[in-house]
């Protein structure tokens, strides 16, 4: 059984507060259960060196978790002077997730830093992180247009993730919370886009393995589990969400 | 004219909500105005090596911001690799004023790790810390005589601070906001513990230099702003609150 | 057309020398075409502290490149003072990925070091690393064994790592040459242990997505090629190769 | 009493030696008691790039102490790899008062570097190192007044620091040395100008706090003392010090 | 008895692989018995800050070992996040060595940057790693000529490094490996330029002291070894060897 | 002609201030022509972990210049947040000769912290350290003595240091100052112990190299030069150091 009597294919409850902060072009508390994530997208009017005078934008993230987080406090990384391995590993995942959806060239020279700050965490901080970002940086690409900085939607689709593992009885599990995920056998977090678009699979069995049906059974879940993420992610963007959600369907059916 | 048609001698809307987040002993979000601290209390069951054996616990700060709690990002001091001598120095000053205030060797040998994590700046968030810091602490604590983990009220009474001012125009204001203090002549900062006791008083004339009037001016302004704040903690702590104001004042009618 | 007139689904020239330096427990210089890495195995008399008397041991991995092993130099790590996030995730891998492979109760109180440096580059290091890692730390095995130091082996199959992609044109290609590599749209390690049982899948999209279908056919390429370098690492390791070899056979036959 | 029978009010024996070294362009050895510190101000001909070409200059401070500057020998920093806080905390302080009298726009594009080494230590380290600073820059100026660098003085008057506290028996002491500031209840830094102008004031009660009555006594006794100070640079500055005592004197006569 | 029946005034087998790794623009595995260091020559077409528009060029040298090179594995200086003060010693060593026999306004405004890594240390690293790295210069200094990049050679002859030492026994040793080193009274590093030119002399006996004739019995010794080293230079350049040597006769005899 | 008409083989002005500091077991303020340094040595009653239950002592130097002490502000280590190679090679090059003239087992288990702060740099720091460390260190050892923490003299004579070069017309000078170090064409650092013994040699030609008779008359010079200081430090050091010069020319005669 599963806290809160949750079913095996069932996500947690997510919540969206936009604006969560006043200052950031855009911002959003992202609840997954008892996980909270504050994500903001501040836009700054110059790029790095090496895209400098390309006519091309750049986003990137970090992620930090406030120590006491966590049921046991953590050092911070500022005091220890060394921001650790599975934060570098984390920060780098949302900005390649975050590059995958938006086009670069039409933000012009401009950078998006994401900042995702877990001030509560009980497991899929990263895949929460990954599905506020997103949703932070709709909110300030919505103003943005609205502003008219920008003249054309640089989103290509929605973008969220979640994770999905196997635990110790061969059970898959959808959206684990922290103890699920610190006993299950396999572990996997999955970023998507909308239209059934993979971005990210990191499939990981430290203690165990898996195997291809496992990874199946696993990449159906996850598929389930996200649709929901962009249901909230476009309410949450409004009329900007309805928007985004029409051109995707259309440029879809164009396909077709 | 102050924004929102401020007083000179009033104070932001104050607000504290207990138990922000779950994990800590103690949290509690404190809010003046626009300026938004998460403080926690932490508690550990062990001392730093040079208090070992001794019987006595300690209690330790500290203070960041996220990166977009301001109107400009700040980059992350962990990617810096460095605390920032401003960050040091208010983290040196949350932890002198909280011993002022409590009994170490009534807290037996355990560390009390208070982190103040600004979400949204709008000035006085060392003060904001150092008021939140208490009320955290003060959950902590009744929750520890609550499971009888000590006996004692470590606590010697309320203890808050806030930051007064002197304008360009020679007019003493209380509880600065960011716009006020950047432009101020003189800022100064005070920590204070319930009956009137002085714990810091730190006044700081960069650009220009005060009298001793205008410091007797903003002392009194101060105490009366922070006899506020100790109203809000007496409520925010319930029946621990009650409990502390009415020990305060009976020892006090003891001295006299 | 490939470098080389590679085939689509060929792996690039393999080799593995053993012993290639004489000081640790067990060493391999592997090669992936102009890949070169030289792995070592240390092995340590004790353990981290957070195993001290818990009878177990220990496998951790660092990953390096010589400053000149890619086309540009890159500045030292050491002369930065600080290690990269893709030297991070990549050390974070193949530590996973040999915890998987290594029953740790069955070493001792005892500390793998595996030590993987890169002297050439040329796109797959972290495959060729992981690669040639878990031959390195075969070849210590098979030592203590023999020298008695241990009297089971605390090894359950072979482990091995290969890159696939998927290029510009959507065809799937097996183990990415550097050029490759950088032009790729899907890029995706995959970790596996003998009898087909899945360690870690890492698929990343940055500038493209994939669909389920072009993951299964990575999945079914990169099976292939582990292959080989499974009946390499057999070679390598000798007697101790054959040994491995029969009892994941019969272990797994057990299972049918 | 006191160590060689100083009365409550009484400063310790103060020495100036100027220009102790030779390449700063001013240069001091002040002594209180038996702190001494070397303070050196260096006059570079550029600012850092905040201030580039807006025509104005720039003050920053730094101290640091000898290892065996104290009873205990204390690790170099440069050794840890990390400025302390409480150094921190005194450079800042150190550098705010320097601008309080140094009129940065008639010192042109330029920055005056101040170093204050602690040589020896025996408490007021930090206030020694104000007094002694503004010395140094003292006579960096007139050289560049001399030399028709500037041709205007940008001091408005005198600097200089004291230490006042409130010992165990609640009796207020002028500048404590290192014994009485370890056992005082509290202590307090204060930074003037001449004329009577405060520029800072940092009262601090660790293990105790403090009445306002107490604040304004140690404000008087740090008032006297720091007039001996003034006298004592006006005197190692030469003709320049009578000429910025006579500047000073009259500037306030028109205010009157 | 030294190791392998060696003569006092004997040299290890000595070997130089050139272009041992493929994207430098020189590099060499150098032997040393069985120290072993690959040294890599990378030219830059830039120069540091203080040499822009200079004309000149710079070289720099680079020193590392692979934890493993070692009996006993050391900590990566990666991972302790700073460089040791003897690896810092070598590398500013190796640097002034190589800048001696280099004209660095014949390279123009390029950097050759120089890594020696030892892969496997036997005593002698630092003296096999300049012998090497004049190498490697030399390869790449060669090709420059040959692309025609440069006109002129840079180098006035060839340059190589030995150590040689006293033993406890008062004999003297040349090439000491390891063990030999280890227990040496004296120590001494002899770097020269081909026609018997002293380049550094750095003679150390930490636990002992040493006379004029030990130390004219050990420059004797050394200047032996070097010719050794040069001759295998000669040979490993090819032709650009032979005309280095031939320049440097006549250039010699002109002198004479 | 050399500054204030020195002859080649003529020492700058030599000076030693002892107990320059007072809180160190030894001290003395060293001065070579105008460059001085503190030197100061500290007892402690421990050994660093590799020594601990030894029996034996230890002797570690550290050595630092004030910002200013040169023509040209130097950026503090501490602000950098890492030790310069060069400090890393001198203070090593401190450590290593003072260990060569104290016999560790006779100090006990005691380490002596040496520390070597320029306050005034004009050339040759690093030897007039290496002279002012030992005087120190004999400073404290004679208290040792006195205070019977020790009852024999560690010391096997006196320690001294000087530098000599080759100018650019081929002249030998002995005790080069700033301008002449800057343009000498070999620069050679000289540690001897009284008796004629040899520490240390370093000669270094960067832009040159020099010849075996060049290095003979530096040694010769240097061995001159060293003389005076022995004396000086027999004389600094009083009694004990009569008495350290008496029992070292015993001890050479008995060996004659």
Redesign the interface.
């Known amino acids: 059984m599963r806290a809160q009597n949750r079913q095996a294919q069932q996500m947690r409850e997510i919540e969206m507060i936009p604006d969560y ?4 072009e855009g ?1 959003v508390l992202v609840t997954f259960g ?1 996980t ?1 994530v ?1 994500c ?1 997208a ?1 836009v ?1 009017n110059r790029v790095p060196p090496f895209l400098r005078g390309k006519g091309t934008g750049w986003i990137t993230a ?1 992620y ?1 978790m ?6 046991q ?1 953590n050092i ?8 650790a ?5 984390i ?2 995942l949302i900005g ?1 997730a975050l ?2 959806v938006v086009d670069l060239s039409a933000i012009g020279e401009r950078t998006i ?1 994401v ?1 995702c ?1 877990v ?2 965490a009980d497991g899929g901080t990263r895949t929460a992180a990954i599905t506020g970002a997103f949703t932070a940086v709709g909110l300030a690409v919505s103003r943005m247009l609205e502003a008219k900085k920008i003249t054309e939607n640089p989103l290509s689709g929605f973008l969220a993730a979640v994770s999905v593992g196997v635990n110790a009885d061969g059970e898959v599990l959808l959206d684990l919370d922290y103890n699920e995920d610190s006993t299950a056998d396999v572990d ?1 977090n999955v970023v998507m ?1 909308s239209g ?17 049906q496992e ?1 199946n059974e696993m ?1 159906d879940l996850a598929e389930e589990g996200i649709e929901t993420l962009f249901a909230l992610q476009k309410e949450t963007l409004g009329a900007f969400g309805e928007k985004l959600d029409a051109a995707r369907k259309e440029e879809t059916s164009n396909v077709t």
């Open positions: 902060i006043k200052h950031p911002s008892d909270k504050i903001s501040s700054e970090e930090a406030l120590p006491r987080a966590t049921e406090r911070r990384e500022s005091s220890k002077g060394k921001v391995g599975r934060t570098m590993e920060q780098r390649r590059r995958s830093w900042d700050d001030i509560q996997m886009q059934g678009k993979l971005v990210e699979v990191q499939g990981t069995g430290e203690e165990a393995t898996f195997t291809r990874l990449l």
